[in-house]
């Protein structure tokens, strides 16, 4: 199956330092049919203002990963970790037994990030956090594994069955990723527009797939995509 949904439909919230869409219920946008994918539980796609973020928090129990598209995301944690993570890079964190941050974007331009949540196979558990570069021309033509809870794809540990993998293609390129058809598949391009099956995902909409075997992207033009896959949800 194929579910696409357009950017105009997804959830809205203006904060004015944050603007934020919500392909998955979150916060005051509720959506019984958009709960979760899999043990995908969230992606929110942010915008935050210069010098603006989010305050310390706590979470548990949720891997957390952050795709920076623009700019740059600092994180402040209370295990003592601080970091700088700028466009096209990711964070982990895995929320274990309980963490408190904060995200700022110093900056003097805005950030732009996608902001992925996965629900973890078991709770509790030591609480971490990484970041690791990306570089976008070495996901030419291909996907590569971003954060995984797969230890061959040599990617940011998650502490789940899935993983977010990144893209990017030129217009015209045709790319086929194989997967299974117990997963649960969600893609979205961060910049361009691809084809899936005769049928447009523009940017920033959301393609929801499960029970297939491959899934073929064609770009429309220059694209730039970051796709998530994960086990059904027990």
């Known amino acids: ?9 997804l959830g809205h919230a203006d904060h004015g330092w944050l603007d934020a869409r919500y392909h998955f219920s979150f916060s005051d946008y509720h959506d019984r049919n958009r709960m979760h994918w ?6 929110n796609d942010d915008r935050i203002a210069p010098h603006n973020g989010f305050g310390a928090h706590p979470h548990r129990d ?6 920076v598209r623009t700019g740059a995301i600092t994180h402040e944690d209370s295990l003592g970790n601080r970091g700088r993570t700028e466009a096209g890079d990711v964070q982990v964190m895995s929320a274990g037994s309980g963490i ?5 974007n ?4 805005a950030t732009t990030l996608f902001q992925i949540w996965l629900i973890p196979d078991e709770t509790g558990g030591t609480p971490s956090w990484g970041t690791r570069p ?10 590569v594994p971003l954060a995984s809870g797969f230890p061959e794809d040599n990617a940011l540990p998650i502490r789940t069955r899935g993983r977010v993998l990144g893209a990017t293609l030129k217009a015209g390129e045709t790319l086929t990723y194989e997967t299974d058809r117990s997963m649960f598949s969600y893609l979205v391009p961060a910049t361009g527009s691809v084809e899936i ?9 959301g393609a929801a797939l499960h029970d297939v075997e491959s899934i073929t992207l064609t770009a429309l033009e220059d694209a730039e995509i970051v796709l998530v896959e994960s086990a059904a949800l027990r």
């Open 134 to 143: 990306f570089p976008r021309h070495e996901r030419n033509g291909r996907f």
């Open 106 to 109: 110093r900056d003097d331009e």
């Open 100 to 104: 408190i941050h904060s995200e700022f």
């Open 1 to 9: 199956m194929l579910d696409i949904r357009p950017f105009a439909s």
């Open 62 to 67: 949720m891997e957390i990963i952050t795709y």
């Open 38 to 43: 899999g043990r995908l539980r969230v992606w």
């Open 197 to 205: 099956d005769g049928r447009t995902v523009g940017h920033r909409d």
